[in-house]
């Protein structure tokens, strides 16, 4: 591999808070290391549409702070097919671009490997996405911010659940994944949490309102990944509704309020850390790899079993949440 002289660096999929702690790092490791740096608008597609210009040290100035992504963000359809990505291979070459640092999920994983496959140019990914579902990291970028934010929501809800007697059912993101929903609800003292990973909860859902009813006890948090099995809030409030018409059931959709805000602390010492591992991975002569962290340390994983590997949620976890729900 030739000698990298100069680097882009992109956001893409959904945006998640420490996008631009990451992008900051980034920058400002590879001035560091003597590289020229050029920030991509609007990830692959900005890519394709040739949005590229100069990034310096002072535009990173008062980001590290600030929640979204200043590179902004995108799904593009036409970067999964071959044509789209030769039209961006050519903006890259027409920038003298050596390398790349791609911040986001698996989608963004997955099309950087196919690219880094068709054309000479290496490809390093940071994790960046709310849900905490990547393979080979402990943690991903937004995460802690995202729990907080779901956590101080709870906090509030039960505060009018218990002075009304009222149940919630709160749905937030996971479509695929339930570490938020089943963190949050160790967090805030759910009475029951309801994620994609485990079968049959129609059945312990019931089972838990009837002992609830029994002991009269009508207000609860019951917390609901959106991918669970069973349905989304208002569809299972809708569904327990006949059966406990006692109960003051009331539905709460958190939606695209979790991946706002201003980064936590460790959202941001996580990303700085992570974009100074991934420009030093591209120097090391490193492609296809998400640099990750495990047990405190930077790893290195490489994009296929990022990809293809599924990251389980923890059985300790979902004990201890069974435990304290009764």
């Known amino acids: 591999m030739a000698k990298i002289k100069k680097i882009a660096v992109l956001t893409s999929g ?58 902004r963000t995108a799904r593009s359809l036409e970067f999964k097919t071959e044509e789209g990505r030769a039209k961006a291979y050519k903006n890259l070459k027409e920038f003298n671009i050596d390398a790349v640092v791609v911040i986001g999920g ?68 996971g479509r695929d994944a339930g570490f938020i929903a089943l963190q949050a609800g160790i967090a805030t003292g759910a009475e029951a949490v309801l994620i994609p990973e485990i079968e049959g909860q129609a059945e312990t859902l019931r089972e838990f309102l009837i002992k609830a009813k029994k002991m009269k006890k009508m207000s609860n948090i019951i917390l609901v990944a959106e991918g669970n099995n069973i349905g989304g809030a208002q569809e299972i409030a809708n569904q327990v509704k006949s059966e406990f018409k006692d109960f003051g059931i009331r539905v709460n959709v958190l939606g695209h309020m979790q991946r706002g805000g201003s980064p936590t602390a460790f959202d941001r010492f996580l990303a700085s850390r992570l974009g100074v591992a991934a420009v030093e991975a591209l120097i090391d002569n490193q492609r296809s790899i998400m640099v990750g962290y495990k047990n405190h340390e930077v790893v290195h994983v490489s994009f296929n079993k990022t990809i293809k590997g599924h990251r389980n949620i923890n059985e300790e976890l979902l004990k201890v949440a069974d435990i304290l729900t009764i």
């Open 14 to 71: 959904g945006d998640a808070p420490g996008m631009n702690a990451a992008v900051r790092a980034v920058v400002r490791a590879a001035i560091y290391h003597k590289l020229e740096v050029v920030g991509i608008e609007h990830g692959y597609e900005g890519m394709i549409k040739g949005e590229l210009f100069t990034l310096m040290s002072k535009d990173m100035r008062n980001i590290i702070h600030r929640g979204g992504t200043i590179l």
């Open 106 to 173: 698996d989608g963004t994983f997955r099309g950087a490997g196919i690219f880094s496959q068709e054309h000479d140019i290496p490809f390093v990914g940071i994790p960046g996405t709310i849900d905490n579902d990547m393979y080979g990291t402990d943690f991903t970028i937004g995460f802690d911010t995202a729990l907080n934010t779901v956590v101080e929501t709870i906090d509030k809800i039960k505060d009018t659940a218990s002075s009304h007697d009222r149940t919630f059912f709160i749905e937030v993101m």
